[in-house]
């Protein structure tokens, strides 16, 4: 047994206007981020910063179509970080000796292209050119779809002691705001029956997940899940039982491994008992499959050439033949990745998703 203060540490720090009621107020919140969002690639020589007149230490960004932005707090730091800058330093010098450095800096970089997010008029990102954006209204979209919203919902708010309570700002545990998002959900009304839980007796627990995710790169998506007694009024996890995490890092192919890999445990979450999604990506990496039975698991859901295919994306990223049915989703998720129709890609990320359910 263990405590879990994840949710409490959000509870402690999020402003009145991150915290929402329901997972629709939530979804309608993000949803608008997605909507007010552009986001593209430039190349260094086009990117430059300048000093803001009459602002000593302010910057404005500037990108090839005239459009100048203003760096939020966060997308400096990782402007900085880019180039080797230390951005605590960097923000106690005067702007006009910020921007010649970074200019410089910029100029100097091997890497050539830069990624980036603004909303409005403001720099909210920068990143590499390969990060894979994972947004946030997907991610609450779907918890939407899979577990609904409301306080007849399965999965819910949790309650305060293993009791009911009205959920407000005050006591809840969604969470979102310009930089990341978390979710806390649990079932404390279909509680799972454990063996010898205490002192030879068993025991009822609840199940419960953590969802947390950014689109502006300060946090990857990371899924926990797990059992517990109760949660306390300010949102400590007492009593609980079995913690597992995954995670999925923004890199190229995070919005296609979210849609093949995490998609389908979120909705098998929905009736699973003591089953997380931790739980079958650990399964399917430990099942040892030999050349003839990758080939057998290949042929049963993809065409011949498909097969092929996936086979030697799956060489191409990880440098080694297949073993077990984790690297049949990682393969096939790398060739869905090359495929020009997205009907098409969706159709085979589904299908390797599929894999994980029947390990």
């Given at each position: 047994m263990t405590t879990l203060t994840q949710a409490h540490q959000q509870w402690a720090k999020r402003p009145d206007d991150e915290r929402f009621?329901?997972?629709?107020?939530?979804?309608?919140?993000?949803r608008r981020q997605?909507?007010?969002?552009?986001?593209?690639?430039?190349?260094?020589?086009?990117?430059?910063?300048?000093?803001?007149?009459?602002?000593?230490?302010?910057?404005?960004?500037?990108?090839?179509?005239?459009?100048?932005?203003?760096?939020?707090?966060?997308?400096?730091?990782?402007?900085?970080?880019?180039?080797?800058?230390?951005?605590?330093?960097?923000?106690?010098l005067p702007s006009d000796l910020v921007s010649d450095c970074l200019n410089q800096s910029m100029a100097q970089r091997k890497v050539e292209?830069?990624?980036?997010?603004?909303?409005?008029?403001?720099?909210?990102?920068?990143?590499?050119?390969?990060?894979?954006?994972?947004?946030?209204?997907?991610?609450?979209?779907?918890l939407v779809r899979n577990f609904g919203s409301g306080p007849d919902a399965?999965?819910?708010?949790?309650?305060?002691?293993?009791?009911?309570?009205?959920?407000?700002?005050?006591?809840?545990?969604?969470?979102?705001g310009d930089r990341d998002m978390f979710v806390f959900l649990a079932d404390e009304k279909n509680r799972?029956?454990?063996?010898?839980?205490?002192?030879?007796?068993?025991?009822?627990?609840?199940?419960?997940?953590?969802?947390?995710?950014?689109?502006?790169?300060?946090?990857?998506?990371?899924?926990?899940?797990?059992l517990f007694d109760y949660v306390c009024s300010n949102r400590i996890v007492w009593g609980?039982?079995?913690?597992?995490?995954?995670?999925?890092?923004?890199?190229?192919?995070?919005?296609?491994r979210w849609a093949s890999e995490i998609m389908p445990a979120l909705e098998s979450l929905q009736t699973a008992s003591n089953h997380s999604i931790v739980d079958a990506v650990a399964n399917a990496k430990s099942i040892y499959l030999d050349e003839e039975r990758v080939d057998a698991v290949l042929i049963k859901r993809f065409t011949k050439n498909q097969a092929q295919a996936i086979k030697l994306a799956h060489n191409a990223d990880e440098g080694r033949p297949m073993r077990s049915p984790w690297d049949i989703v990682t393969g096939a998720t790398a060739y869905a990745r090359g495929l020009k129709h997205q009907d098409a890609r969706v159709a085979v990320e589904r299908i390797a998703g599929s894999i994980l359910s029947d390990v």
């Open positions: 009621i329901s997972l629709d107020d939530m979804a309608a919140f993000t997605r909507i007010i969002s552009q986001m593209g690639t430039i190349a260094n020589r086009n990117l430059s910063i300048a000093p803001v007149e009459d602002d000593p230490r302010s910057i404005a960004i500037m990108m090839d179509d005239d459009r100048v932005t203003a760096p939020s707090h966060w997308a400096f730091g990782q402007l900085c970080q880019l180039v080797g800058a230390p951005a605590s330093y960097m923000r106690t292209q830069v990624g980036w997010l603004s909303r409005e008029d403001q720099l909210s990102a920068v990143t590499g050119p390969t990060y894979g954006r994972i947004w946030n209204a997907d991610v609450v979209d779907a399965q999965f819910t708010v949790p309650g305060e002691f293993g009791k009911q309570v009205t959920i407000t700002k005050d006591n809840t545990t969604l969470f979102a799972v029956e454990i063996p010898d839980r205490r002192n030879g007796e068993s025991g009822l627990l609840a199940r419960g997940f953590f969802v947390q995710n950014s689109e502006v790169g300060s946090s990857t998506l990371k899924i926990g899940t797990f609980a039982h079995g913690y597992k995490e995954v995670s999925i890092r923004h890199s190229l192919n995070a919005p296609h």
